[in-house]
Nanobody, 121 residues
Framework: QLQLVESGGGLVQPGGFLRLSCVAS????????IGWFRQAPGKEREGVSC????????KSADSVKGRFTISRDHAKYTVYLQMNSLKPEDTAVYYC??????????????WGQGTQVTVSS
């Protein structure tokens, strides 16, 4: 059974940075694309960034392009989301998720429990 555990959230001032981590178990890099989503209070969950299962291809939402970077460490089975130049509107619960395929599209098969990110002065 694939499991995803996020960490790294917290309170940060506008303009600051955080790095979120997602550790996967019961998982093969060849089988799943991994993405980060977020949900702010009163809003729908939205995709933030995603990494395809192979080739290192990524895609990100326009709202975070140039500020957020998704990466992974194969040996540690960990996916990271480096978030720079944070804005108050980035405040949300951030979720790690595994798609049911190798590309960043379609249904999600597994979700992590989420980690809170709050950007405030």
């Amino acid at each position: 059974q694939l499991q995803l555990v996020e960490s790294g959230g917290g309170l940060v001032q506008p303009g600051g940075f955080l790095r979120l981590s997602c550790v996967a178990s019961g998982f093969s890099w060849d089988d799943y694309a991994i993405g980060w989503f977020r949900q702010a209070p009163g809003k729908e969950r939205e995709g933030v960034s995603c990494m395809f299962s192979s080739g290192g291809r990524t895609k990100s939402a326009d709202s975070v392009k140039g500020r957020f970077t998704i990466s992974r460490d194969h040996a540690k089975y960990t996916v990271y989301l480096q978030m720079n130049s944070l804005k108050p509107e980035d405040t949300a619960v951030y979720y790690c998720a595994a798609y049911t395929n190798t590309y960043c599209s379609g249904p999600i098969g597994y979700w992590g429990q989420g980690t809170q990110v709050t950007v405030s002065s």
